[in-house]
Nanobody
Framework: QVQLVESGGGLVQPGGSLRLSCAPSGSIFSLSTMGWYRQAPGKQRELVALTSSGGSTTYADSVKGRSTISRDNARNTVHLQMNSLKPEDTAVYYC???????????????WGQGTQVAVSS
């Protein structure tokens, strides 16, 4: 069973930086889009950033200019570098990846369990 393993969350002061990482556990055949979403208390889950298999990127307006999503295709890993963090960035951050586990499988969407990011002084 493939799972997405996330790391890098934590508590940071306003203006600080964090780097989130995510990779699937186990063997897979192919990765398509990878991305990060977040959900703050009492709010719906929202897109933070996406990266396609070709490297194109999409960002939410709220993080544009402060965050960079990147992927290491050799390691099937996606990173989210977040700078100039604000209290409103506080949320649980979820990794998402569209994965073909074997050559016979269709591409399916997988979610990580989430990593907490708290921005507070």
């Amino acid at each position: 069973q493939v799972q997405l393993v996330e790391s890098g969350g934590g508590l940071v002061q306003p203006g600080g930086s964090l780097r989130l990482s995510c990779a699937p556990s186990g063997s897979i055949f192919s990765l398509s889009t990878m991305g990060w979403y977040r959900q703050a208390p009492g709010k719906q889950r929202e897109l933070v950033a996406l990266t396609s298999s070709g490297g194109s990127t999409t960002y939410a307006d709220s993080v544009k200019g402060r965050s960079t999503i990147s992927r290491d295709n050799a390691r099937n890993t996606v990173h989210l570098q977040m700078n100039s963090l604000k209290p409103e960035d506080t949320a649980v951050y979820y990794c998402n990846a569209v994965i073909k586990i074997t050559i016979r499988d269709p591409f399916r969407s997988f979610w990580g369990q989430g990593t907490q990011v708290a921005v507070s002084s």
